[in-house]
């Protein structure tokens, strides 16, 4: 393979590549979850949060694929398996658990959360450590996308939350700030 001669060395291609595989397994490990919460999803919300979360896998899908170019682009090669996301993803699986429609909005929020962390780090660190303001610019691109998620996931389940036993937790009253 011819050397790659984009102007950062090898060992600045390296870090950054680590850094997409990273946000590659959190993708991934969130594309799974999204799409068993899409398939397991039950209650009042069922369709709302069933089409929802389609758009959102379908997103994270695309995503992925970015993601994944991005890394072969600098000359590496992505993580591509499932044992591989688990040991390097900073978002972890819930086998084995069926939550409410509402716990299941409310741990994706998390794992969006997470991500945006993660990858607002991670501009930080293309940029300065590595020089290499590409990848930053792309990783605010997916950062600015989850944040949007989040939020939108969050507005769902503000309010009053609807249980399978259809019991209703105590409502809370918010008050907007400087009111």
Known sequence: MPTINIGLTEEQRQGVINLLNQDLADAYVLLVKTKKYHWDVVGPQFRTLHQLWEEHYEKLTVNIDALAERVRALGGYPVGTMEGFLNIATLKEHAGQVPTATDMVARLVEDHEQIVRNLREHVDQSG???H????ADFLTGLM???EEIAWMLRSFIEGQ???PDNKQPAAETKTP???
Request: proline fraction near 0%; charge should be negative; charged fraction near 30%.
């Open 132 to 135: 290499d303001q590409g990848t």
């Open 144 to 146: 600015e996308e989850h």
């Open 161 to 163: 939350a609807l249980e």
């Open 128 to 130: 300065e450590n590595f």
């Open 177 to 179: 700030v400087g009111v």
